[in-house]
């Protein structure tokens, strides 16, 4: 159900990002759903619970911080990503989602689509489509080819070896992007 919390994408059409982890603040509010019903389900073991819960909100509220300063210096935020995964998480770091290449998960995208991306990346001056590790990118190849972009990874679930951990992923995440806007920012 649709909700004031939930980030929108301008066309609208699409269905609701589920990728809530993907902002700080929500993993916040997520450990301290955990820890309080680990601790209704445990009570013997509550002060374990409740100190683990602080020491781990304490580093999502670090990790928040940190992704918003490394990412708020950003001057040119606009970003075209592979699915509408990362709403979240561009809301919470001043980052734009300007379109997705895969309309629906697992849809390529039509020729109609196709022309709206074109357009975008040149509105926009963007310089990297960002695919994932879980999904095929090869659909992407012509479009990357015909329109002279890069392509880099955003990870919305991590598991690899350099993101194993929810900061890796968040801090992995926030590097890529960072590294690819800057290196585009002279290009506008």
Not at 12 to 28: F, M, R, S, V
Not at 127 to 136: G, K
Request: charged residues 25%.
């Amino acid at each position: 159900e649709g909700s004031e919390e939930e980030p929108s994408d301008e066309h609208d059409d699409g269905p609701c990002d589920p990728h809530y982890w993907l902002d700080a603040q929500n993993a916040i509010i997520i450990a301290g759903t955990v820890r309080d019903t680990l601790i209704a389900r445990d009570p013997n073991h509550a002060a374990a619970y409740r100190d683990r819960a602080s020491e781990l909100i304490g580093k999502l509220a670090t990790l928040d911080v940190e992704l918003k300063q490394q990412l708020g210096a950003i001057e040119h935020p606009d970003i075209i990503t592979f699915h509408d995964g990362f709403a979240y998480f561009a809301r919470a770091y001043g980052l734009n989602v300007r379109g997705t290449f895969e309309p629906f998960p697992g849809q390529e995208p039509s020729a109609k689509d196709i022309v709206a991306l074109h357009e975008l990346v040149s509105v926009y001056t963007i310089r990297t489509l960002y695919r994932e590790p879980q999904l095929s990118d090869s659909v992407i190849q012509a479009f990357v080819n015909d329109v002279d972009v890069s392509i880099a990874t955003l990870d919305p679930l991590g598991g690899a070896d350099d993101r194993q951990s929810y900061i890796e992923l968040m801090r992995s995440n926030a590097r890529v992007l960072q590294e690819t806007l800057n290196t585009n920012s002279d290009l506008r």
